[in-house]
């Protein structure tokens, strides 16, 4: 389980030139994405980038966006060109790898459940209050040390949840800044050094934020499933080829998320400067 644009015709392109085994490789592959739920998934994240930028938009500038950034944000956060940079480089993460084994898990009931759990806690978060209840009960949870935040934390350790989302929050943010300065922003007066170092000083931040939103969202969209049934998620994880799929998900998200993050930081620094980029 993972939280972070390639041109389709590049993904066709590159199709049309495999070879039969491949193809019926990619076609797994294809099975697999959408069985985990994540062209759904990717939608609800195109509402959630939506939000954030017109929450950007009302810090940034004073009357907030209007139509011509709600133009370009639009074109940022095109659901189709998202879909298809996740499912391409996380086609690219599996390839050669035995998935039999995750078809199997994520097309069970016990797989299925899952999957519909995380889409709808990951829905019900664009509701603030929602999130708000989740975040609560997590910290309630974590300071009695509950059996159940500790199964949580057996899978998010065993999945790298906290370390790799830092990882990937801190890099979306550097991706960020470079597409305003690419749009003349900074005047050409903030150097990558400057970007690299005011980016490390947000880390304590976004590693908070990141470790409530990871338990939070877990012990809500989890919260139906019995014990036995984390434990069983946990032991599909701890294998290989569970440990594959999450670094596939992580490859696929962290480069969608860095190409969302530089066409929005294009964007605030072309509503900045007047230009046309």
Do not use: K
């Amino acid at each position: 389980m993972s939280l972070r644009f390639s041109l389709v015709g590049a993904v066709f392109s590159t199709a049309m030139g495999l070879p039969a085994f491949a193809q019926s490789e990619t076609g797994d592959i294809d099975r697999l994405f959408d069985a985990t739920g994540l062209p759904e998934l990717i939608g609800i994240m195109r509402e959630e980038g939506l939000s954030h930028a017109d929450q950007l938009a009302s810090d940034l500038f004073q009357g907030g966006g209007g139509p011509r950034w709600d133009s370009m944000i639009d074109r940022v956060y095109d659901v189709e060109r998202m879909e298809a940079r996740v499912r391409m480089d996380f086609a690219a993460s599996l390839e050669g790898e035995d998935i039999g084994p995750l078809l199997d898990f994520f097309g069970s009931d016990l797989g299925m459940e899952i999957v519909s759990l995380e889409i709808s806690a990951r829905r019900a978060f664009l509701d603030p209050e929602v999130e708000a209840a989740a975040i609560e009960a997590a910290a309630i949870a974590a300071m009695d040390e509950t059996d159940r935040h500790q199964l949580l934390t057996r899978f998010i350790e065993v999945n790298d949840l906290i370390e790799s989302n830092v990882v990937g929050g801190l890099n979306s943010n550097y991706a960020f800044y470079i597409g305003m300065a690419d749009a003349g922003a900074f005047g050409g007066e903030l150097t990558e050094s400057d970007i690299l170092t005011d980016v490390w000083s947000q880390e304590p931040e976004v590693r908070a934020s990141t470790t409530e939103w990871v338990y939070s969202f877990l012990g809500l969209a989890y919260q139906p499933l019995s014990d036995s049934d984390v434990e069983a998620y946990i032991a599909l994880s701890e294998t290989d080829i569970g440990q594959a799929m999450n670094r596939a998900l992580f490859n696929g998200f962290d480069g969608m998320f860095n190409d969302l993050s530089r066409g929005l930081g294009l964007a605030a620094g072309e509503m900045m400067t007047g230009a046309d980029l």
